[in-house]
């Protein structure tokens, strides 16, 4: 099974400022398996980021994902006020087929 | 645009069985799979298993192997997720979402299943 780690636990930031989000491999992703959700209190997760870098249809442009192999990153480069959330990286792989990091808090400083 | 409405919330005892439905709106059902994904309070996300309708097959997380059962109905654009042997521990929101090539896109709006004596 592959193990997806997610690095901070919790971001504190302000808005305006720039966020990066860490997802590590226990072993090596395809970039086209590799996804990221933002996911609000009370709500469902919502698909931002998949194949590693392609934003999901009306993500806004401040968005990006990057990375390949066993590293990847989420970046949001001048947070908003709707930006704080909570937000998890995700992989397609063999068996289990799916697994989830356990996600990255992003609050209010 | 595909949207996928659930069954509400839901209270059972130890050792009861619950079932969570999810029904499809656009898009083509059967062409596309269902998967469900669970949530226990203050936590992170758990795939559970998925179905392809158009050919009926369900394949199950390992963790979840004999106590899970996800169907389907074609004629109704509806799937369905039956976790039994209840625990406290399977109090979570159960989701179920489309899963498309490799990503979950969209989901529903989730269910609370809660599991008390």
């Known amino acids: 099974e592959i193990v997806l780690t997610q690095s901070p636990g919790t971001l504190s930031l302000s808005p305006g400022e720039r966020a990066t989000l860490s997802c590590r491999a226990s072993q090596s992703v395809s970039s086209s398996y590799l996804a990221w959700y933002q996911q609000k209190p009370g709500q469902a997760p919502r698909l931002l980021i998949y194949?590693?870098?392609s934003r999901a249809t009306g993500i806004p442009d401040r968005f990006s994902g990057s990375g390949s192999g066993t590293d990847f990153t989420l970046t949001i480069s001048r947070l908003e006020p709707e930006d704080f959330a909570v937000y998890y990286c995700q992989q397609y792989g063999s068996s289990p087929p799916v697994t989830f990091g356990q996600g990255t808090k992003l609050e209010i400083k | 645009q595909v949207q996928l409405v659930q069954s509400g919330a839901e209270v059972k005892k130890p050792g009861s069985s619950v079932k969570v439905s999810c029904k499809a709106s656009?898009?083509?059902?059967?062409?596309?799979?269902i998967s469900w994904v669970r949530q226990a309070p203050g936590q992170g996300l758990e795939w559970m298993g998925r179905?392809?309708?158009?050919?009926?097959?369900?394949n199950y997380a390992q963790k979840f192997q004999g106590r899970v059962t996800i169907t389907a109905d074609k004629s109704t654009s509806t799937a369905y997720m039956e976790l039994s042997s209840l625990r406290s521990e399977d109090t979570a929101v159960y989701y179920c979402?489309?899963?498309?090539?490799?990503?979950?896109?969209?989901w529903g709006q989730g269910t609370l299943v809660t599991v008390s004596s």
């Open positions: 656009g898009g083509t059902f059967s062409s596309y799979t």
């Open positions: 179905i392809i309708p158009i050919l009926g097959i369900a």
């Open positions: 194949g590693a870098s």
């Open positions: 979402a489309r899963f498309q090539a490799t990503t979950f896109d969209p």
